[in-house]
Antibody
Framework: EVQLVESGGGLVQPGRSLKLSCAASGFTFSNYYMAWVRQAPKKGLEWVATISTSGSRTYYPDSVKGRFTISRDNAKSSLYLQMNSLKSEDTATYYCARHQGSSYFDYWGQGVMVTVSS | EIVLTQSPTTMAASPGEKVTLTCRAS?????MHWYQQKSGASPKLWIYDTSNRASGVPNRFSGSGSGTSYSLTISSMETEDAATYYCQQWSSNPLTFGSGTKLEIK
């Protein structure tokens, strides 16, 4: 059974940093692109980052480019999201998701809440 | 950036009613994908590559479309189908989602 379990969320002050983790199991992690998707309270879904199987290629929307860094450790079947210079608009539930065909997301984690507030 | 516009924003349907949700793209896309999200839960893949049902999705759901116009259809609404549905594309960067259609049971 595919499982994605996020951790590392919490309350953080604006301008500070936070690192999210996602532990994957039930599939060969190194064979899949992985991603982070977020959802602000009572809002829609927003793609945050994608990483290739080896980690050599990463993709971001302009809203987080230069502030967020996605990475992975295939030996540990783990995905990470380093978030720097956090803003109040980064407040959201962050989901770890598995890419399929480098296009859509076929499995999602349960999500982890990040609140950016002073 | 390709903007995905979903309509309607909210709708209510009676059990047994046929429902069609629409997703229009600001530029042509190759495929559209759909997700179902119930309150307090993670999104679930529902329809991929425009017309393929994800594992476990009832066959009353279907997807269709091409170019800039796509739709998700429920042939006969059931109470368990009440949820928010999002469309998504990655034919071009950045990957984008529609703003969602909230489907309620009448």
């Amino acid at each position: 059974e595919v499982q994605l379990v996020e951790s590392g969320g919490g309350l953080v002050q604006p301008g500070r940093s936070l690192k999210l983790s996602c532990a994957a199991s039930g599939f060969t992690f190194s064979n899949y692109y992985m991603a982070w998707v977020r959802q602000a309270p009572k809002k829609g879904l927003e793609w945050v980052a994608t990483i290739s199987t080896s980690g050599s290629r990463t993709y971001y929307p302009d809203s987080v480019k230069g502030r967020f860094t996605i990475s992975r450790d295939n030996a540990k079947s783990s995905l990470y999201l380093q978030m720097n210079s956090l803003k109040s608009e980064d407040t959201a539930t962050y989901y770890c998701a598995r890419h399929q065909g480098s296009s859509y997301f076929d499995y999602w984690g349960q999500g982890v809440m990040v609140t950016v507030s002073s | 950036e390709i903007v995905l516009t979903q309509s309607p924003t909210t709708m209510a349907a009676s059990p047994g009613e046929k429902v069609t949700l629409t997703c229009r793209a600001s530029s042509s896309v190759s495929y559209m994908h759909w997700y179902q999200q119930k309150s307090g839960a993670s999104p679930k893949l529902w329809i991929y590559d425009t017309s393929n049902r994800a594992s476990g999705v009832p066959n009353r759901f279907s997807g269709s479309g091409s170019g800039t116009s796509y739709s998700l259809t429920i042939s006969s609404m059931e109470t368990e189908d009440a949820a928010t549905y999002y469309c998504q594309q990655w034919s071009s960067n950045p990957l984008t989602f529609g703003s969602g259609t909230k489907l309620e049971i009448k």
